[in-house]
């Protein structure tokens, strides 16, 4: 009886194993680490899931590989509609909020996502600064890491165009609208829904369209 306990817990130890591998690969992740509240939560999912039910002698391991097949294709399901659709990625993902613009520290966006004064310091000594007022901007990423971009810097590094949606942030960096946007865009022979990911440089736009839109340029 215990040999068959041990042989059933080491199987679902076996499924849980290749679920992960397959949610790694099928996701795009090199790991498991979160980059946003949906990862965080399934990773509390997952781990609950294998925790809970890998000793629990009354549930086979054909109903645990079939609750973690349901589960991988919850978080594939939302992957897929988070990537293909803005306001499902906002809501999934969140977006990145500016806490610095132009070395002034804006008070209450820090304070409403959480951020407190030591908080900012420590992110912006880690970023290697110490004097605010040499910072241009400073945003807050969805994993709560700290961008940083110094007076004088490139903004090249910042992209304008991400999964089709324009950084109205960056576009007041730069001073320029989203009218000039779409006349770069039509320009290349590009449509904003063609955008992976687009950056500015020397005065215009480098895109990265999806595939299929690359023999759309011109």
Do not use: C
């Amino acid at each position: 009886m215990k040999i068959f306990s041990y042989s059933d817990i080491g199987l679902k130890l076996f499924i849980g194993l290749v679920t992960v591998i397959i949610q790694i690969n099928l996701l795009g992740k090199g790991n498991l680490a979160p980059a946003n509240a949906v990862d965080q939560i399934q990773n509390y999912v997952l781990g609950g899931i294998i925790g809970g039910m890998i000793y629990n002698s009354d549930i086979t391991a054909l109903e645990f590989f079939l609750i973690l097949v349901i589960w991988t294709l919850i978080v594939m399901v939302i992957k897929f509609g988070s990537n293909h659709n803005r306001y499902l990625r906002r809501l999934v993902n969140g977006e990145p909020h500016t806490i610095v613009r132009d070395g002034r520290i804006l008070v209450a966006v820090a304070t409403r996502f959480g951020l407190s004064a030591g908080d900012l310091s420590l992110k912006l000594r880690t970023a290697g600064v110490t004097d605010v007022s040499l910072v241009k901007r400073a945003v807050l990423e969805q994993n709560g890491q700290l961008t940083v971009t110094l007076v004088g810097a490139d903004s090249v590094k910042y992209p304008v165009i991400l999964d089709t949606v324009i950084d109205q942030d960056i576009l007041e960096l730069i001073d320029k609208d989203e009218d000039w946007v779409a006349a770069i865009l039509a320009q290349q022979g590009y449509e904003l829904a063609d955008v992976y990911y687009a950056v500015y440089r020397g005065g215009s736009l480098v895109v990265a369209p999806y595939p299929g839109h690359e023999t759309v340029k011109k």
